[in-house]
């Protein structure tokens, strides 16, 4: 599954999680040390560039209503 949104909150936990706001709601997804991380599509960036504010772009498994655990982020 891929949802489109901006990060709100961050939570520096390990593992990294974050909230996302979307046109269908508020997810929390769950980032792992497999997560791959990119810019825009390209660049390879570490967890540090994921911000509130940030456009992102992520794709995983849902593990339950709204809750996502992430294989792979992009910021925008």
Do not use: K, N
């Not at 599954?1 to 997804?29: A, F, K, R």
């Not at 660049?43 to 209503?65: L, N």
């Amino acid at each position: 599954m891929v949802i489109d949104g901006t990060v709100v909150d961050v939570m520096e936990t390990w593992p990294l999680q974050l909230s996302i706001h979307t046109t269908s709601g508020l997810y929390h997804v769950v980032l792992s040390e497999s997560t791959i991380i990119t810019s825009e599509g390209r660049q390879p960036v570490d967890a540090g560039a994921v911000q509130p504010g940030a456009a992102v772009e992520v794709q995983g498994e849902f593990s339950g209503a709204q809750r996502m655990t992430v294989e792979r982020l992009d910021v925008r």
